[in-house]
């Protein structure tokens, strides 16, 4: 592929979803990635002062690639999740994170351990698997870089938004009960939008 073939979504336009050489479909999962990864940095930088900017340049990287390999497989590397636990350590030791070492390891804990016991009473109750052990290391991961209040609001900004997705689906008839839908994706926008906008969903949520 020549470089004016990999510019991220002009080419994909261009091309019509379709490789130059060999003619095979190029899937809309390519641009939506390349648009919503755009997106999420512009925000990132409007958003987010120094010192916090690179932590959460790291912590939002490793969220896109979630959400790309989760939609796409199913899958999420503990690469990009439990492997990176070290840097959320170090960057609240910098001061680069605006919580403590404390809160990143009762984050990283409180993520982990919520959604263990969600699927185990789940699977006790169905007999089925709900969630992965990959949902789990990425809540423990989301949990490092925001705290438990962090993990907790991206948790139920994601279940809401994965509900919302599922129920739209079903109504279109697009999948039935039994389909698996992926949860990393769902998680990785809760922890974004709550990074971006920490301050407007805590007063919401905690508005008195």
């Known amino acids: 592929l020549a470089w004016y073939d990999l510019i991220p979504i002009l080419s994909w336009l261009i091309l019509r979803a379709k490789c130059r050489s060999c003619k095979k479909k190029i899937s809309l999962l390519y641009p939506f990635i390349e648009l919503l990864t755009l997106t999420i940095f512009l925000a990132l930088y409007n958003k987010i002062p120094n010192p916090y900017f690179i932590s959460y340049f790291v912590f939002f990287s490793a969220l896109m690639i979630t959400i790309r390999t989760d939609i796409e497989t199913m899958l999420i590397s503990r690469f990009v999740t439990i492997f990176l636990l070290p840097l959320a350590l170090l960057f609240s030791f910098l001061n680069w994170l605006p919580i403590t070492l404390i809160q990143v390891i009762s984050g990283a804990l ?35 870089f925001t705290g438990i209040i962090g993990c907790w609001i991206s948790i139920l900004i994601g279940s809401i938004l994965g509900s919302l997705f599922g129920i739209f689906f079903i109504l279109i008839n697009k999948l039935n009960f039994s389909n698996k839908i992926p949860f990393g994706p769902f998680l990785a926008i809760g922890s974004i939008l709550y990074v971006l906008y920490q301050n407007e969903i805590i007063s919401l949520v905690f508005r008195t």
């Open 110 to 144: 409180f993520g982990y351990l919520l959604l263990y016991f969600i699927e185990k009473v789940f699977k006790i109750i169905t007999k089925k698997q709900g969630l992965g052990q990959g949902d789990m290391e990425l809540l423990c991961f989301i949990g490092a």
